[in-house]
């Protein structure tokens, strides 16, 4: 009796543990613990990653023999890799090749007859045919040069019932489409982005933010008095921090606070169509503290295959995400290594080079990918275009280098789906957290399941239903002799 | 004995078919001792089908983070909500007329979840099988769960309280919005004490310091 209670006592015991053993926590998986690079994984958390880009030169003044940069603001690099950096405080434009060797400064342009200069230029675009766009910020203009630097046109401030009657016309960015529209962010302009014909004429605003209302602000709003109300600040829709124009015609777009959406690709009605497919929306940094906040985006770049970098300006990382929206891999900070910034303004990609721009310290960093870079990349790549085989080797190498790489494993996955391995493919899914493709390759497997072993599955059922009827009609036949026995 | 371990099973499916008789022999005919013990039991159930549900069910419907479950809150998860209504509720009724002892509230809350138990405990076999399609009918059978449960509190309320429907439903709405009360209530005290504590350690802290 005594030895059965504690048998009893000794299972309740067993039992508890188990209970408790359920939220065991599994243990995590160490990637190259070498750098401080870090990811996010599918539940937001930020788990170590290899590096994907390290830093192998620094660019300045000194180093090209010219004069030190003075708060430069923007970069671009064209498709053949020339490198074409504003330099604002000296007001003026320099051109290197794809090595970093000077080629040209453009510090002034010929208009009518008259030599003209830049006043604190803020944004510089320059197009495939090498045509220079210059954001001429304090002469308020735009200012459009041909290859050689001659003057192609100048727009300035426009004429528009659009535009409010004190309207100061003050460019900061500017892009040009393959229609040669030129489309300008410009300062204290709420409603998107100024887009001007080919001409130069102003023609509308496309790509507004929304506006966004806190419920409880605007409750405050609705009981404060007139003069009170006064004294608070408006909904205003937010400005955008940058734009940047893929291959496509398509600009994507950072907006600096934390909004709804931070980062938009905006097609030519301004509608936003971003793919947000990945774990999480692109935004930067999931995880802050309070004291740095949340990331401000300052730039983006599109770059091949959809993939598109942004900078964020409070811890000076570069987030890079493919086109769906799934994060690829983080790098950069704010501090004083080589690979780290001061002030980071601008980000260009060249080629497997990223440039970041640092406006205090007036250099350019240059970032080259890693081997796992590299991979991650031509994944990314061959899955763009279509080659799905390599894809998903690459995507295996890498998941090797970085088994956090959750999205990784969907590219195996998909490999596998199309290998008709289905069970293997569904497990690899899983582990990339892919619901859709997990279903898919499950009931593949399922059905093969089931196609396999139909046969004696349904014999089985037969019988099972065949012998409960006849266990069934013997029970009521003999209770039905019991009953008449008793009668 | 026989007869009563088979009562264990019968009567809570007897009256989730059959609500009115059900909670009627529950006031008034059934063995108070052991309607208690079944009531516990299913309680006890409902949490172990909620820790299951957490860790086992299928992926599909899964998004629990595995890293972050924690049985023993997953168990406060189901008993906290089941003893605010039954608080909140007898608190209630005792000033609206009702002829609800607690002891029958707790027990008449506790029969309407069997419903809940009857219907998530199968899934979280089935989900394991099932892909995105037909995770429809895993969201339909939980709402069905839900209504049916919630039926079952209507009805046990009622007859519990021997109440109108009309007095019912109001009731009802009257419990969630004190359980919302009573919740306010517990955080303010729980953050009340942390304050309290927190002023004492700094004290102890600014003696030990100095001494």
Known sequence: ?487 | MLASSKQLYQYPLHLIFHPFDGYWELKYERNQKMTLLIAGMIMLLLIMTKILHAQYSGFLINFNNPKRLNSLLEMVYVIVPVLFWCVANWSLTTLMDGEGKFSEIFMSTCFALVPLLLIQFPWIWLSLVISVQETAFYYFSNAIAIGWTVYLLFVGNMTVHQYTPAKTILTMFLTLVAMAFMAFLCLLFFSLVQQIVSFAVTIYQELVLRG
């Not at chain 1, 970069?75 to 330099?87: K, S, Y």
């Not at chain 1, 459009?144 to 009657?165: C, F, K, T, W, Y």
């Not at chain 1, 734009?243 to 398509?250: I, N, P, R, Y």
């Open chain 1, 1 to 487: 009796m005594r030895a059965s209670t504690r048998n009893k006592r000794k299972w309740i015991i067993i039992g508890m543990v188990c209970l408790l053993l359920f939220g065991h926590e599994a243990p995590l998986v160490n990637a190259d613990r070498t750098s401080d690079a870090y990811h996010y994984s599918y539940w937001g958390e930020a788990v170590p990653a290899p590096a994907a880009y390290e830093a192998t030169a620094i660019i300045t003044g000194r180093k090209l023999n010219t004069d030190a940069f003075k708060e430069p603001s923007d970069l671009h690099v064209t498709a053949d890799e020339r490198v074409f950096l504003l330099d604002s405080g000296n007001g003026r434009i320099i051109e290197m090749d794809r090595n970093f060797k000077l080629v040209r400064v453009i510090d002034s342009f010929e208009r009518e007859g008259k030599p003209d200069h830049f006043n604190n230029p803020r944004g510089l675009y320059v197009t495939d045919k090498g045509h220079l766009l210059v954001a001429d910020s304090d002469n308020q203009r735009v200012v459009h040069l041909d290859e050689l630097g001659q003057l192609v046109n100048i727009v300035a401030e426009p004429q528009s019932d659009l535009l409010r009657a004190d309207f100061q016309f003050k460019p900061i960015r500017v892009v040009m489409d393959k229609g040669e529209r030129i489309y300008v962010m410009a300062e204290g302009v709420f409603d998107g982005f100024m887009e001007f014909n080919a001409d130069g004429t102003f023609s509308s605003f496309i790509g507004a933010n929304r506006v966004q209302v806190d419920p409880v602000e605007y409750l405050w709003k609705r009981f404060a008095t007139r003069e009170q109300r006064s004294q608070m600040v408006m909904f205003t829709p937010t400005e955008f921090t940058n734009l940047d124009m893929d291959e496509e015609g398509f600009i994507y777009a950072t907006s600096g606070d934390r909004g709804k959406d931070p980062i938009k690709k905006l097609n030519a009605q301004g509608t936003d169509i971003l793919r947000r497919e990945g774990y999480q929306p692109p935004q930067g940094d999931m995880m802050y503290t309070t004291e740095t906040g949340p990331s401000r985006l300052i730039d983006v770049d599109v770059g091949d295959s959809d993939m598109y970098s942004v900078l964020d300006a409070n811890t000076g990382r570069v987030f890079t995400y493919n086109g769906d929206g799934y994060l690829l891999h983080i790098f950069g900070g704010i501090g004083n290594r080589q690979g780290q910034f001061n002030t980071p303004v601008a980000l260009e990609r060249a080629g497997e080079r990223i440039l970041v721009l640092d406006k205090a310290l007036g250099e350019i960093t240059v970032f080259q990918t890693t081997e796992y870079g590299r991979t991650l990349h031509d994944a990314v790549r061959s899955y763009y275009n279509g080659d799905e085989d390599r894809s998903s080797l690459l995507f295996a190498k890498a998941a090797e280098m970085n088994a956090n790489l959750e999205y990784a494993y969907a590219g195996i996955g998909k490999a596998l789906l199309r290998q008709k391995e289905y069970a293997d493919s569904a497990q690899y899914f899983k582990r990339s957290m892919e619901r859709l493709g997990y279903s898919k390759a499950f009931l593949l497997f399922r059905k093969e399941l089931m196609r396999e072993h139909f046969s004696w599955m349904m014999s089985g059922l037969f019988l099972a239903v065949g012998s409960l009827v006849t266990v069934m009609i013997v029970r009521r036949q003999k209770r039905r002799t019991t009953n008449a026995g008793v009668k």
